[in-house]
């Protein structure tokens, strides 16, 4: 067992979201929405915070303005980490953990952008970020790297789009339940398939939904948690994880890359692996990482997920249910409740494990698998249970 | 310390200052510890650095070998011969000249060159005709214009031996292809 000295220290008190939609705010709006309705939830009040991460998403508030915004007194640790949420969300933790702050503020806006949103290009107020040299179409990285993968993975598996879609129709039919998702309308095979290509063989329903919205949590001790209002949810075990060949077109196969390297140093530092999860939400910033997540944390086997989801697929639900007992993204994740970057993930299962989560919720909730990122370089996840 | 890549790399243009070069390939992301593969291209060559102390290859250029720590990388040319191992098609991006997003999109190739396992190339791939090039398929370099600048591309080194429909015990990405 690896150390783990930080595992059930630390807990997660308040969660605060603007919801997802196609707005007209600023990032720094939706973010002081968020900040404070987390703060609030959590039962504190702007005198309590002593720590802002600011996650670095693009046109995102850095950490100092967040505190002026949110007229605090004055933070002992502050910080702007890498987008994706466990990289703040473990930036918060062990700051408490080590001392630097008590009661620390994660903030995380996200705003469709004129890269990932043909519509962003038409808004003058989005415009601005976008640069006047254009990049190569012949690039393996970002979004191409999901598309380039996805082919060699059906090419060497033998795959069809059919576990592709379970995920996306999937994500539909748990948003339908969720006030905060985006896209609540339910997404039937048919449409999925005559889904407009963007990046064969992806379509437009494997690639998460551009919106605007923020969310926002709390951490702070789980000693102090057992004082606040919210039933604590603690971290169990948290990690990041990037694996050395890590460049896009060098990756020498999808037998070893981040997601691997997350799921061995997951379960070298938890007592509660998949047997004991009742809660599972695999990020799906494309379609192709929810199935290679359900594949590295053993769900199934490497090229198993198009035989495991037919299998576990509750088809009055049209959704999937891992034993008739786990379902994934109840949110509706980041295809259907926006493309949150993992925040809506983490949310979702921190509200599920307080029981709070109305006509989604997953009876008798106590521990979640949340993991966030795709393969290169923010592959990351963590264990959360309840108190 | 010495960099070879500045004191021993000739520009092969001869004459293409580094703020016409940075011009000339505008959008594609050069920078210094690139800048020689991009001169190559501009004399035909494909470049690679490998190390002068391990011999290894490594992609995409950087200052240093990953295995040995040697800073006595050099860009090498190599022979363009490989096999498509990553495959897509675009079907919107950013304008570019030459390139169609529609009639079936633009493809995108990642090619394993027969230097070294797992040493790879993105480009694109024309010349396949009535083929649909495919994941496996061996392919020979062959540098594409755009507007002065040279594309990484590939075609089928064995043109008569692609005269065969998608091989059907595969799965083919055509069959997801939209037709807009
Ligand atoms: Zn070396």
Redesign the interface.
């Known amino acids: 067992m690896a150390r783990s000295p930080m595992k059930d220290q630390i807990a997660i008190v308040g969660v605060g979201s603007t919801g997802f939609s196609r707005g007209d705010r600023s990032p720094l709006s939706l973010a002081l929405e968020a900040s404070t309705a987390a703060i609030r939830d959590a039962g504190l009040t702007a005198a309590d915070i002593d720590g802002v991460v600011a996650t670095a998403e693009a046109g995102a508030a850095s950490a100092p303005l967040v505190v002026s915004s949110l007229g605090l007194t004055e933070v002992s640790h502050h910080s702007r980490p890498a987008p994706l949420i466990m990289f703040s969300l473990l930036d918060a933790a062990q700051a408490v953990f080590a001392g630097t702050a008590d009661h620390v503020l994660i903030v995380t806006p996200v705003m469709m952008s004129s890269w990932n949103s043909?519509r962003a290009t038409q808004d003058p107020w989005r415009r601005g970020a976008r640069s006047s040299?254009?990049?190569?179409?012949?690039?393996?990285a970002n979004a191409?790297a999901y598309?380039?993968?996805a082919?060699?993975y059906?090419?060497e598996f033998?795959?069809?789009?059919d576990p592709f879609a379970r995920i996306a129709v999937n994500s539909r039919s748990n948003a339908a339940a969720n006030e905060l998702a985006a896209m609540r309308k339910p997404l039937s095979f048919d449409e999925y398939h005559a889904g407009?290509?963007?990046?064969?063989?992806l379509?437009m329903f494997d690639m998460d939904y551009p919106a605007d919205g923020a969310d926002a949590f709390v951490v702070t001790t789980a000693q102090r948690a057992a004082q606040l209002p919210q039933p604590p949810v603690l971290i169990h075990a948290a990690t990041t994880g990037v694996y050395g060949?890590n460049?896009e077109?060098?990756l020498?196969s999808l037998k070893r890359h981040g997601q691997h390297v997350v799921v061995d140093h997951l379960k070298a530092r938890s007592d509660l692996w998949i047997d004991d999860v009742d809660l599972f939400y695999p990020y799906e910033g494309f379609t192709i990482i929810a199935l290679s997540w359900l594949e590295n944390c053993g769900f199934c086997e490497m090229g198993g997920a198009e035989r495991y989801l037919a299998e576990h697929w509750n088809d009055e639900r049209q959704r999937i249910e891992i034993d008739g007992r786990i379902p994934l993204n109840t949110h509706g994740g980041s295809l259907s409740e926006g493309a949150t970057r993992g925040t809506g993930h983490l949310r979702e299962a921190v509200i599920q494990l307080r029981g709070q989560a109305g006509a989604r919720q997953v009876e008798g909730a106590k521990v979640a698998l949340v993991t966030p990122g795709g393969f290169f370089f923010n592959s990351q996840g963590a264990i959360l249970r309840s108190a | 310390m010495a960099d070879p890549n500045q004191s021993e790399q000739k520009p092969a243009d001869g004459d293409l200052s580094d703020a016409e070069l940075l011009e000339l390939f505008?959008?594609?992301?050069v920078y210094r510890d690139n800048a020689a593969q991009y001169r190559g291209r501009l004399d035909g060559q494909l470049l690679i650095n490998r190390c002068a102390d391990c011999a290894r290859y490594h992609?995409?250029p950087r200052p240093m070998c990953p295995n040995c720590w040697s800073f006595d990388v050099v860009p090498t040319p190599v022979s363009g011969r490989g096999t498509i191992?990553?495959?897509?098609?675009?079907?919107?991006?950013?304008?570019?000249d030459g390139?169609d997003y529609h009639n079936g999109?633009?493809p995108?190739v990642?090619v394993e060159l027969e230097e070294q396992e797992?040493?790879?190339?993105?480009?694109?791939v024309h010349e396949f005709g009535p083929n649909e090039p495919s994941?496996g398929d061996a392919v020979e370099l062959d540098f594409l214009d755009r507007g002065g600048a040279p594309?990484?591309a590939f075609r089928p080194s064995h043109p008569t031996e692609l005269n065969h429909p998608t091989k059907p015990d595969?799965?083919s990405?055509q069959e997801?292809?939209?037709q807009?």
């Open positions: 043909r040299i254009l990049p190569v179409p012949e690039d393996s191409n598309a380039t993968w082919g060699r059906m090419h033998g795959a069809s789009k407009r290509m963007i990046r064969t063989p379509n060949k460049t077109d060098q020498p | 505008a959008g594609h992301g992609q995409p191992h990553l495959l897509m098609y675009l079907h919107a991006g950013p304008p570019a390139v999109g633009h995108v990642v797992h040493l790879r190339v993105t480009g694109t994941i594309i990484v595969q799965p990405l997801h292809r939209s807009d």
